[in-house]
T-cell receptor, first 113, second 115 residues
């Protein structure tokens, strides 16, 4: 069975600090990987996704993630966070072209202005 | 509509009551998913529809949970004889096509509280 582990449940950063949120998954086959973000009071939105090709993927709002197959990891990064990045971030995986997403428990990011 | 619409946004029910949660997917989307998100957790898969066919219901926690999508568009998740552990946010998502690179689009969810 697939599972996803997110390393930190709460992260607090000051504006302009760099961000890295860890995500590891367990699944032996080909996977599709996602980061979703949920801003306060809003629905889950896709931040970025990896299906194949370049393991460094760029998403919206300056976020990027790197897929490292040997480490079963898909960490999310942003060089300089803003107060508006305060949100909950979810890593998710599904088997290649599979249907159901398996989510991690989420990381709540609070950016202090 | 432009996005996935869920209703009601909030539902409070007494233990033992039946509830029905509605999902309007993005128009034309073939795939529809239901997820349950408990407090402090990520969403967990409940069930999947491709058009009107329920192809995967492996995540439904008990036979008190029932979902349908009779005409391949709107879907209803029904919970019978609700219990306190059913309290959660229920998320609906739709995707344009199955088995594709298209992402799932999520609704705002229904927050269900069982007293």
């Amino acid at each position: 069975a697939q599972s996803v582990s997110q390393h930190n449940h709460h992260v607090i950063l000051s504006e302009a600090a760099s961000l890295e949120l860890g995500c590891n998954y367990s699944y032996g086959g080909t996977v599709n990987l996602f980061w979703y973000v949920q801003y306060p009071g809003q629905h889950l939105q896709l931040l970025l996704k990896y299906f194949s090709g370049d393991p460094l993927v760029k998403g919206i709002k300056g976020f990027e993630a790197e897929f490292i197959k040997s480490k079963f990891s898909f960490n999310l990064r942003k060089p300089s966070v803003q107060w508006s990045d305060t949100a909950e971030y979810f890593c998710a995986v599904n088997a290649e072209y599979g249907n159901k997403l398996v989510f991690g428990a989420g990381t709540i990011l609070r950016v202090k202005s | 509509g432009a996005g996935v619409s869920q209703s009601p946004r909030y539902k409070v029910a007494k233990r033992g009551q039946d509830v029905a949660l509605r999902c309007d997917p993005i128009s034309g989307h073939v795939s529809l998913f239901w997820y349950q998100q408990a407090l402090g957790q990520g969403p967990e898969f409940l069930t999947y529809f491709q058009n009107e066919a329920q192809l995967d219901k492996s995540g439904l926690p008990s036979d008190r949970f029932f979902a349908e999508r009779p005409e391949g568009s709107v879907s209803t998740l029904k919970i019978q004889r609700t219990q306190q552990e059913d309290s959660a946010v229920y998320l609906c998502a739709s995707r344009a096509r199955p088995y594709s690179v298209k992402p799932q689009h999520f609704g705002d969810g229904t927050r269900l509280s069982i007293l």
